[in-house]
Structure formats: C-alpha cells, structure tokens
C-alpha cells in the first residue's frame, strides 16, 4: 500500500528514528503505525545492546538541590562523543535521572536503573536504550552521589558540566562555602581530614616512602623520621583541610575555615570520564587557574 509522508512524519515523531527507517516500518506493517512504531522499538532497543560495549567517556555530571540546601543529589551520565553531549534530549535524560536520585535515594546504580524516569514512564534502563537507538552512540548512567546535611547546607558547584562538587558546611556564609566548593574541584582533596584517609591508601605511601628513606643508607631512627615527615607532607596534600587554600595558598583550608568559624562535614567530587581510557585532558588545571584568577 501507499505510505504518505504524513504517516511517516507521524512515525517519525514518536520514535525519533530516521525517515527511511520509518517508512520502511511502515511498508512492512501495512501502514499500520502501532505495529510500525513497536517494530522500530524492537530494533532500536536491539541496536543499543550493540553499542552497550563501545567507551563512553564524555557526557555531564548533572547536580541537582532540594530547595531547603538539605539534600543534593549528582550523577555522571557517558556518551561517546561532546556533540551527543549537547543534546536537548542527553541533558534532558541526564536531568531526569538527577531529580529520581534526589527524589527517591537509590542505594546503587542497578536499583537507580530500574527506577522509572519520570512517575508512570519507563525504567531509566528502558529509556536509557530508547535514547541510545535514537541517537546512535552508547550512553550510560555511571555513577552517582547523594548528600543529606547533617548540621549545615549544601552547595554544589559545576565547572563547565565536567566536574562537580557538593560540600556540607555549616557556618560561615554563602561565598565561603562557594569557596571551598571550588576548592575541592581545583584541588582533588581525597577526604576532609586524615581520619578519613583510606588505610590502605596510607599503608601504600608509607611502603613507598620508607624504601625511598632506605635507599639513602641512612641509620634507622633517621629513615624512621623521614618517613614521618613525608607522610606529614601526603596528609597535608591529600587532605581538605591541610591544603593550601587555592585563592591564598599562604594559609590553609582549616586555617580559613577556623577564621569564619565554619566546619566542613563532608563533600563528594565527581570529575567526568575519571578512570575510564581516553584522551587525557586536566580539568582540574583549568579549575585551579580558573579560581586563582577570581
């Protein structure tokens, strides 16, 4: 039968496939547009789980805040490529996602993606690969964060949707706590303070640094203080509140915070396609000169 361009340009619409595709649907199915559209939906879908292999490292982090500062929620959302990053339809996708993990407080990524997208919609997981068939590249929900304040509010900071911050600080004002967001993006602190410095991560530095001292042929109870001092030296570089504050490197985060009388609960950092293989680009330079500059 006769397909018309106004049957396509329908189809069309409601799969977001490509005209050709479309009216190939169409001629299959007599014309008929539920079986059409269920035909390009079993293909497309079949298409996604093609590209499910292929490496997604650019994308956004997507943040989104409650309206009292007492809950926050980020996510990192993959695309192959920048351009399919700028879609209307990537960011609104990557949007929806953020708002289901504030609103609803997943405890993993598996049970975020069986989350519906929107209330009474498909899964986050059905959409993902709808979206995936329509547009053509592999996308994925990666990861995500979610804060609750404990004594103080919340705020987030976004460099350029590449990386994302939330940090919990409880006193001082709103331009300090946009400070030490800043901070923690140019500065890739690991924790707030040493207690929360992983143990096995300590354990690693202090194997390096004592074959290090040994190497030097010192006597023991020199090699035993030069280890302390360079393990001084890691707390203080991987640590929020033994860095330099980036804006006066002359003092200290604690210093700055002990003089507004504010304290730093905790924070979350997200920097897009961190760990994943592909070309390196240091996001978090172009941060730092970027707040030393402000």
Same mark, same amino acid.
Request: glycine content about 10%; aromatic content about 4%.
């Given at each position: 039968?006769?397909?018309?361009?106004?049957?396509?340009?329908?189809?069309?619409?409601?799969?977001?496939?490509?005209?050709?595709?479309?009216?190939?649907?169409?001629?299959?199915?007599?014309?008929?547009?539920?079986?059409?559209?269920?035909?390009?939906?079993?293909?497309?879908?079949?298409?996604?789980?093609?590209?499910?292999?292929?490496?997604?490292? /650019?994308?956004?982090?997507?943040?989104?805040? !409650?309206?009292?500062?007492? *809950?926050?929620?980020? $996510?990192? @959302?993959?695309? &192959?490529?920048?351009?399919?990053?700028?879609?209307?339809?990537?960011?609104?996708?990557?949007?929806?996602?953020?708002?289901?993990?504030?609103?609803?407080?997943?405890?993993?990524?598996?049970?975020?993606?069986?989350?519906?997208?929107?209330?009474?919609?498909?899964?986050?997981?059905?959409?993902?690969?709808?979206?995936?068939?329509?547009?053509?590249?592999?996308?994925?929900?990666?990861?995500?964060?979610?804060? /609750?304040?404990?004594?103080?509010?919340?705020? !987030?900071?976004?460099?350029? *949707?590449?990386?994302? $911050?939330? @940090?919990?600080? &409880?006193?001082?004002?709103?331009?300090?706590?946009k400070d030490i967001a800043m901070h923690i993006a140019a500065s890739k602190p690991v924790c707030v303070d040493e207690t929360g410095v992983p143990q096995e991560l300590l354990d690693k530095e202090k194997e390096i640094f004592s074959a290090q001292a040994?190497?030097?042929?010192?006597?023991?109870?020199?090699?035993?203080?030069?280890?302390?001092?360079?393990?001084?030296?890691?707390?203080?570089e991987v640590t929020l509140l033994g860095q330099p504050f980036v804006k006066d490197p002359e003092q200290s985060v604690s210093k700055l915070l002990k003089g507004?009388?504010?304290?730093?609960?905790?924070?979350?950092?997200?920097?897009?396609?961190?760990?994943?293989?592909?070309?390196?680009?240091?996001?978090?330079?172009?941060?730092?000169?970027?707040?030393?500059?402000?």
């Amino acid at each position: 039968m006769a397909i018309s361009a106004a049957q396509v340009k329908e189809l069309r619409q409601r799969t977001g496939c490509g005209m050709m595709e479309c009216k190939k649907a169409l001629v299959e199915s007599d014309g008929d547009m539920e079986a059409a559209a269920e035909a390009l939906r079993k293909s497309g879908l079949a298409k996604a789980d093609k590209k499910a292999g292929r490496v997604a490292a /650019e994308g956004m982090i997507v943040i989104e805040v !409650s309206g009292d500062g007492k *809950n926050a929620a980020m $996510v990192e @959302v993959n695309s &192959e490529t920048d351009f399919v990053a700028k879609k209307d339809e990537f960011q609104e996708f990557a949007r929806a996602v953020a708002q289901r993990v504030l609103s609803d407080a997943p405890t993993d990524v598996d049970g975020l993606m069986a989350m519906p997208l929107k209330n009474g919609g498909d899964s986050i997981e059905e959409a993902r690969r709808g979206l995936v068939a329509t547009i053509g590249e592999n996308i994925n929900v990666r990861r995500f964060d979610r804060r /609750e304040a404990a004594a103080g509010n919340i705020t !987030s900071y976004l460099h350029g *949707n590449r990386i994302g $911050v939330l @940090v919990e600080v &409880e006193g001082g004002d709103a331009e300090l706590a946009k400070d030490i967001a800043m901070h923690i993006a140019a500065s890739k602190p690991v924790c707030v303070d040493e207690t929360g410095v992983p143990q096995e991560l300590l354990d690693k530095e202090k194997e390096i640094f004592s074959a290090q001292a040994q190497a030097s042929g010192k006597p023991a109870d020199i090699i035993e203080k030069m280890v302390s001092g360079r393990i001084r030296k890691f707390l203080g570089e991987v640590t929020l509140l033994g860095q330099p504050f980036v804006k006066d490197p002359e003092q200290s985060v604690s210093k700055l915070l002990k003089g507004a009388g504010a304290k730093v609960h905790g924070f979350e950092r997200l920097e897009l396609g961190e760990g994943v293989e592909k070309k390196t680009e240091n996001f978090a330079e172009e941060v730092m000169a970027q707040v030393q500059g402000s």
